[in-house]
């Protein structure tokens, strides 16, 4: 009987705990990525307490959560979906609509290829400039290099082929090499007119 | 890349939360826990050990969880209804009942396809043969046999026979020695059948003719079947004498096993009986063991012997039908041992001296020339039979066969000499009638049935009141 109490007592905590772990574990790298997605601080914290009491209510409501991470990231990932909605700024459709990218060319199915490219492109003015991309593409880029996922993992939260995303990936890093460059270029005219405007 | 997304991350790691922002967040959530709280079962629930995963559910099914957990687990259960327990309560179908083709088509198809070995298969169609026929069985009793049906068990049996020697056929090709032993086993399965129906038959002679009809039906295709494939293996040898020793082991180790299984619930004779009919079995094993390879071909006639047998034995044991409409005597007859042939014989010795001392006494009193005549010649015969028999007790059966036919000449004649006695008036054709009997059977050595016949025949020709007379 008292073994029984101990064990009941002991799985008491049981859900709690398991919720509490993974809260600790994961809370840094939801609200980083809820930051890059939406670029609003506040909300990012608004957005990574509403992951985890939805996940919560799925716990009450009997689900059993083996794995939290890509739990929590596709709840997190579902609420900026809906904030995104929220705000209009863009809408989802016509964001999709922009870009077909059902398919791809051989060259950016090849994980060799975005190896290449992203050797090409400097870490830190990317960082800085993931803002700027559409989100469609900023998604997989924070995805696949802030939180580290594989391609499939990817694919499971966003629900589109692992081509698809190969694809998108490689057509943000193209962007952002883009952007870099374009980027450097407006700095090198900037410094080139300041120096003429010096010399005069 | 590794440059690129090392430094992006890297970068990405300044965006975090600050301390105070953590904990703020931390007790938020908490808060919210303790208003939403677990159930109470939950809070006993145990999650160690679990291996569900957590599929990453679409929006789709988030909108409708309970929905998609009720549809999940009610399929599961359909598919378990499905799979096992529809099988599993089809095993009991008969003929017209709904379940019966998930029987015959899905469980026995699946069983067959499963089985690989062709020895395996051979047994199993024995099986299906023994199972149509029960069913059949079954529903004679139940008075829901029609001629339809009695045909479909009938073309049933006819299939299953005729895949069994097309597997045992298969099996010739690779193992002869395997062939022919599937072979003694499947025929002693139609065999046992068949005379099982046919019992069924007589006994139901005046019950109803559609019994009969059915029976003798599938008792038919199974004679069919069976001179068939003793015509198939009329060319084939016997198989070495090491494989037929493996299969009557195999054989008797099953019948132990039945024997074991139905100590319980089996009547006390139906036990004696199949008791006795393993010893004999046994024995003869033993005698196989003693013979040396000199004779070999004796101790394979005898191991193929054992293997009937014991396919027999195991047949009376499974099928309840053919337990309760074949005597096992006349199934498999009992083996005596020496001992209780010894002990025969001078039963039979004695048994016989005493009916001819009867003859002798009572043949005095009678005053007919010709009847006396008659006795003379009987007592003669019955005299000449029992110095032969005397000679040859060593071999039983030869000894069996002479005085049964013995014992009926004496019992011919002693009906005579009663006839004489009652009815004086007729004594000289009943003299004339007895006295051709009593030669044909004396030439013949015939057993038992002929004695009823002629006593028939000799009641018939005598005046009515003979009736009590007869012994």
């Known amino acids: ?200 | 890349m590794k440059r690129f997304s090392e430094q992006l991350y890297k970068q990405s790691t300044s965006v975090k939360l600050q301390e105070a922002e953590k904990r703020e967040l931390r007790e938020r959530l908490v808060s919210y826990m303790e208003y939403h709280p677990l159930s109470a079962e939950m809070k006993a629930e145990s999650v160690v050990g679990r291996e569900v995963t957590a599929i990453p559910v679409s929006a789709t099914f988030k909108a409708l969880p309970t929905a998609f957990l009720t549809s999940f687990k009610s399929s599961a259960l359909a598919a378990v209804v499905m799979l096992v327990v529809l099988p599993f309560v089809a095993e009991k179908a008969i003929p017209g009942d709904t379940l019966y083709a998930i029987k015959v088509q899905f469980n026995e198809e699946l069983r067959s396809t499963l089985t690989f070995d062709t020895y395996q298969k051979v047994e199993w169609e024995m099986k299906l043969v023994n199972r149509r026929i029960s069913e059949a069985r079954l529903l004679a009793n139940e008075g829901r046999l029609t001629e339809e049906v009695e045909a479909e068990v009938a073309q049933a049996v006819k299939t299953h026979t005729v895949n069994a020697q097309r597997e045992i056929e298969e099996l010739r090709l690779n193992d002869a020695d395997g062939a022919t032993i599937a072979s003694i086993a499947l025929d002693t399965t139609l065999e046992v059948q068949s005379n099982s129906l046919r019992g069924v038959a007589d006994i139901s002679l005046n019950k109803s003719s559609s019994t009969k009809s059915q029976s003798n039906l599938i008792a038919n295709v199974l004679d069919e079947s069976l001179s068939l494939s003793e015509a198939n293996n009329a060319s084939s040898t016997l198989p070495s004498r090491s494989k037929l020793m493996a299969r009557a082991e195999q054989n008797t180790t099953r019948v132990y096993e039945l024997l074991d299984s139905v100590k319980q619930s089996a009547p006390a004779e139906q036990l004696t009986n199949v008791t006795r009919r393993i010893q004999d079995i046994e024995r003869m094993i033993q005698s196989v063991m003693e013979l040396d390879e000199t004779n070999d071909d004796e101790a394979k006639l005898l191991l193929v012997g054992v293997i009937q047998r014991t396919q027999k034995l195991i047949i009376y044991m499974t099928e309840l039908e053919v337990t309760n409409t074949v005597d096992i005597e006349s199934l498999i007859p009992v083996v005596l041992t020496k001992t209780e042939e010894y002990t025969e014989v001078s039963n039979l010795t004695v048994k016989l001296d005493q009916k001819i001392s009867l003859i002798q006494e009572q043949s005095v009193q009678v005053k007919d020339i010709e009847v006396s005549k008659k006795l003379a010649q009987s007592l003669s015969d019955l005299l000449e039979q029992s110095a032969l028999a005397a000679s040859s007790t060593n071999d039983f059966n030869v000894f069996k066969n002479i005085v049964k036919g013995a014992l009926v000449i004496a019992d011919e004649t002693l009906l005579i000499i009663e006839q004489y006695k009652i009815n004086e008036v007729d004594v000289v054709d009943v003299a004339e009638l007895s006295t051709t009997t009593v030669s044909d059977v004396t030439k013949d050595n015939i057993g038992a049935t002929s004695t009823s016949e002629t006593k028939i025949k000799v009641q018939a020709e005598t005046s009515s009141g003979s009736k009590s007379v007869l012994y």
Do not use: C
């Open chain 1, 1 to 200: 009987m008292a073994g029984d109490q101990d064990k009941s007592t002991q799985s008491v905590s049981d859900h709690e705990t398991r919720f509490l772990k993974a809260f600790e574990e994961y809370n840094d790298a939801l609200f980083r990525h809820a930051t890059l997605r939406i670029s609003d601080r506040e909300k990012a914290i608004d957005l990574v307490h509403d992951t985890f009491t939805k996940v919560w209510s799925y716990i009450r409501d009997g689900y059993q959560i083996d794995s939290f991470r890509p739990f929590l990231y596709k709840v997190l990932n579902n609420l900026i979906i809906d904030e995104y909605r929220k705000r209009k700024e863009m809408s989802l459709d016509a964001l999709l609509e922009i870009e077909g990218v059902d398919e791809g060319s051989f060259d950016e199915l090849s994980e060799s290829t975005v190896e290449m490219l992203a050797a090409t492109i400097d870490g830190k003015k990317a960082f800085e400039l993931l803002e700027e991309l559409p989100d469609q593409y900023r998604e997989v880029i924070i995805l696949r290099f802030v939180d580290q996922l594989g391609p499939r993992e990817i694919s499971n939260l966003i629900e589109e082929s692992e081509n698809v995303i190969s694809v998108r990936i490689h057509r943000g890093l193209k962007l952002l090499r883009q952007k870099i460059e374009s980027k450097d270029e407006y700095a090198e005219e900037y410094r080139k007119t300041q120096a003429k405007l010096k010399t005069l």
